[in-house]
């Protein structure tokens, strides 16, 4: 069982910057991959930015030069520095944790908004 705790997000202005963290129980030992999802409304969930358990990442084309995923392992947390913040980014957050050998993401973090103002 791996359990997902956000914190962080809010609203800023167009440019402005907000980090998020997600801390999870257990160790990278249980964890293939730690993922930032955006969730607006109407919309489907998007991944915006992965985290694999070697430190590899991948971000969504809408976020890349502006978020960074990084982790910090002696914490079990996660992080999304989201810069350069665009109206579009504005939506709920989740990170989902997909557990070594399982092909999906099957814990999620409780969510958080962030809003984006122009």
């Known amino acids: 069982q791996v359990q997902l705790v956000q914190s962080g997000g809010g609203s800023v202005q167009t440019g402005g910057s907000l980090r998020l963290s997600c801390a999870h129980s257990g160790s990278w030992a249980l964890i293939n991959t730690l993922a930032w999802f955006r969730q607006a409304p109407g919309t489907e969930r998007n991944i915006v930015a992965i985290?694999?358990?070697?430190?590899?990442?991948y971000y969504g084309d809408s976020v890349k030069g502006r978020f960074t995923v990084s982790r910090d392992s002696a914490k079990n947390t996660v992080y999304l520095q989201m810069d350069s913040l665009r109206p579009e980014d504005t939506g709920v957050y989740l990170c989902g944790a997909q557990r070594v050998g399982r092909g999906s993401y099957e814990y999620w973090g409780q969510g958080t908004q962030v809003t984006v103002s122009s």
């Open positions: 985290i694999n358990r070697s430190g590899g990442t």
